[in-house]
């Protein structure tokens, strides 16, 4: 917070120590205020068409960017497309399974899964799921691939060697971002019940459901899977901080408006909201307790994050928007249409 020095020159005369004590007092604040993250690299890829999750492999160095009918890829270096996965209809999120080098898609609109190959992205295949499949997560604990169907309420479970759905999961409400813990646990935020669904990756069986109060449609999720604690980024401006053994609300933080994406940095231990009115929003802890450590301004439309974590950056896209139109069966929310070539991958991270 900035102190308004300007106020007081009339009264400097005459109360010389006074003011030198409260510009020394304000100083730390004014320290304190200073940003800690910033924009620190732009990538521009153009291309045509909406986005969604994104999502960056570290190990392979390569970014994944839904974009309506295909999912675009980028070096994340050298900034660079480097190819696409085609024929992705209502493209949403993807998964990869190192070990067997291959990824699997949403494709929201067809309800099905593409799998391809890491290294040449090409499909070898689609996988039907249930009704409208969005966001999806790896599960290293049980080696199942688990895709929320938001039109659906469920889970279609895939056994990525077999290339099978093995399970279908019912949900008591309308899945958005999972989490897999590593060790037996998918945590699934419910955007309609305002609560927190657990997967028991093993069984294939929701063992709990934990509401957050003030929680209004909560989207994006991540985790702290060395503290236990979960992060959740709601409709409603809010974070909402949840203890993963017992359920517990711990927190809510207050962040940014039109957050549809949530990462988490493990070593610097902060949780970032990427909030589609043009900032990140960084909570952290501050004297034992989480608190929002700063809003970082981005690109309006940037709504969904990836963390990168061999560099600690966190990631976002959004392009040049035009006016936005009445809302439309084909775009229920009006979300307005990206300009031509204007799509950017903007990188965040300590200054």
Same mark, same amino acid.
């Given at each position: ?25 304000? *100083? ?17 890829? +153009?291309?045509?068409?909406?986005? %969604? ?6 190990? @392979? ?26 024929? @992705?209809?209502?493209? =949403? ?50 080696? =199942? ?5 938001? =039109? ?28 897999? %813990? ?77 957050? %549809? +994406?949530?990462?988490? *940095?493990?070593?610097?231990?902060? *949780? ?38 061999? @560099? ?7 392009? %040049? ?31």
């Amino acid at each position: 917070m900035k102190t308004k020095f300007a106020n007081l020159i009339p009264y400097l005369t005459l109360f010389a120590g006074v003011i030198s004590t409260c510009v020394f007092l304000a *100083a730390p604040a004014a320290a304190q205020s200073a940003p800690t993250y910033g924009i620190v690299r732009t990538m521009l890829l +153009g291309g045509d068409g909406g986005w %969604d999750y994104v999502y960056a492999d570290s190990r @392979t160095r390569r970014l994944y960017i839904a974009r309506a009918t295909r999912f675009m890829v980028a070096d994340l270096d050298s900034g660079k497309l480097v190819g696409e996965i085609p024929d @992705t209809p209502g493209a =949403h999120g993807v998964a990869l399974v190192p070990d067997l080098g291959i990824g699997f898609t949403t494709n929201g609109r067809e309800n099905t899964s593409s799998v391809f190959d890491l290294k040449t992205l090409k499909v070898s295949e689609k996988i039907k799921t249930g009704e409208g499949p969005d966001s999806i997560v790896y599960d290293p604990a049980s080696g =199942h691939v688990f895709i929320m169907n938001g =039109h659906g309420k469920g889970v279609s479970v895939i056994d990525p060697k077999s290339r099978k759905v093995v399970a279908a999961i019912a949900l008591s409400g309308k899945p958005e971002a999972p989490v897999a %813990d590593g060790k037996g646990r998918v945590y699934v935020n419910i955007e309609d019940k305002n609560f927190i669904a657990v997967i028991d990756s093993n069984t294939n069986k929701v063992v709990a459901e934990w509401p957050m109060a003030g929680c209004d449609e909560p989207s994006g999720l991540d985790m702290d899977r060395d503290g236990g604690d979960l992060f959740a980024a709601c409709g409603n401006k809010l974070m909402a901080i949840v203890d993963s053994k017992t359920g517990k609300l711990i927190a809510t933080i207050p962040t940014g408006d039109g957050s %549809d +994406g949530l990462a988490f *940095a493990p070593k610097e231990k902060v *949780a970032v909201t990427s909030n589609g009115e043009g900032n990140m929003s960084f909570v952290g802890k501050r004297d034992g307790k989480y608190a929002l450590i700063e809003n970082v301004p981005t690109k309006k439309g940037a709504r969904t994050i990836g963390f990168d974590a061999a @560099t600690g950056l966190f990631l976002t896209v959004s392009a %040049d928007l035009g006016p936005a139109p009445k809302p439309s069966p084909e775009n229920p929310r009006g979300r307005p249409a990206p300009l031509p070539n204007s799509f950017v991958v903007i990188a965040v991270g300590r200054k």
